[in-house]
């Protein structure tokens, strides 16, 4: 798959702060692109700097195969953490004129946004300031503004701060509808159950530096420990859990299952087979749960950014 957006050895300093050291992201056409790291990690330096707010001060970065320069700007749409409307201005109004500065004409404005405000059912917050909105309503409406011209790529940072979970649910929907018809996301959040729902790619930054990027998946293979939760019917559960200690790393579950089951957590040995312990199960009992326990970006993010220390 074509990269639309390649971010080289980009280096940013401030003073001797270094905020980012020699970063490097490949991000495919049509992904949503989880770009993750604590508070103070360089993210939103490398985000400032994609939409050329800020220049690095070493690297390159290339946009559908082309240098990132100025024209590129009606090729981004960016959902700053931070919301920039005019808060004494209309809605209808400020989207009015923040389409123009994107390239669009006011008749194709007009009818883009009327599209948007019916399938979001908030026609009638045209004439409102956005003052008069609350937090969610006005993040509503930013998120329009920053999809409206179609761009290729569209930058999302923190995108769900504000909204209560059905609209947030109903946000995370549009911007896999977007990504769908062709758009490229990063995605920038701390939320990790995001991540899991919304992510193909992503890279991991902290203190200037990238400690880890990849497809979601090749990475959680990497970080997995093959440990399985257990749950089984049996009439010795001391001699069962005796005698998988003697072949396995045994350690207490922290699942409920309905019933009075045996619960644990079983960890495969360097010689070991899943299915040599789930041979030994069916054999001891009634199996109840077998589920291998996957690494969540959750349990990643915490790991990787551990062993960075």
Not at 57 to 73: M, N, Q, R, V
Request: proline share 4%; with cysteine; glycine share 6%.
């Amino acid at each position: 798959m074509k990269n639309l957006l390649e971010v080289n050895n980009v280096v940013k300093k401030y003073g001797d702060f270094t905020a980012l050291n020699d970063v490097s992201i490949h991000i495919p056409k049509g992904s949503v692109f989880g770009l993750l790291g604590p508070n103070g990690a360089g993210k939103t330096s490398l985000i400032r700097i994609i939409n050329q707010i800020t220049m690095p001060d070493s690297g390159s970065i290339f946009i559908d195969g082309e240098a990132l320069s100025p024209k590129h700007t009606a090729d981004i749409g960016y959902l700053p953490e931070e919301r920039g409307l005019y808060k004494s201005m209309k809605v209808g109004e400020q989207a009015l004129y923040l389409a123009q500065l994107k390239g669009l004409s006011k008749s194709e404005a007009k009818k883009r946004l009327k599209y948007w405000f019916d399938k979001f059912d908030i026609a009638a917050w045209w004439d409102k300031k956005i003052e008069e909105l609350s937090k969610g309503m006005a993040q509503k409406v930013q998120f329009i503004v920053t999809v409206l011209h179609q761009p290729k790529l569209l930058i999302f940072d923190e995108p769900f701060s504000g909204f209560d979970p059905i609209n947030a649910q109903l946000i995370a929907k549009e911007i896999l509808q977007l990504r769908d018809e062709g758009a490229t996301i990063i995605f920038s959040t701390h939320r990790m159950e995001s991540v899991e729902e919304m992510c193909d790619e992503i890279a991991l930054i902290d203190e200037s530096n990238k400690i880890l990027d990849g497809k979601l998946n090749d990475i959680k293979r990497e970080f997995r420990t093959n440990t399985f939760q257990v749950g089984l019917n049996t009439v010795n559960p001391k001699e069962v859990e005796a005698k998988l200690k003697e072949n396995f790393e045994v350690f207490p579950a922290d699942f409920k299952l309905l019933g009075n089951e045996l619960t644990m957590n079983v960890k495969l040995g360097a010689t070991n087979s899943a299915n040599e312990l789930l041979s030994f199960l069916t054999n001891s009992g009634e199996m109840q749960h077998f589920v291998e326990l996957i690494p969540s970006a959750n349990d990643i993010f915490i790991q990787a950014i551990n062993k960075n220390k």
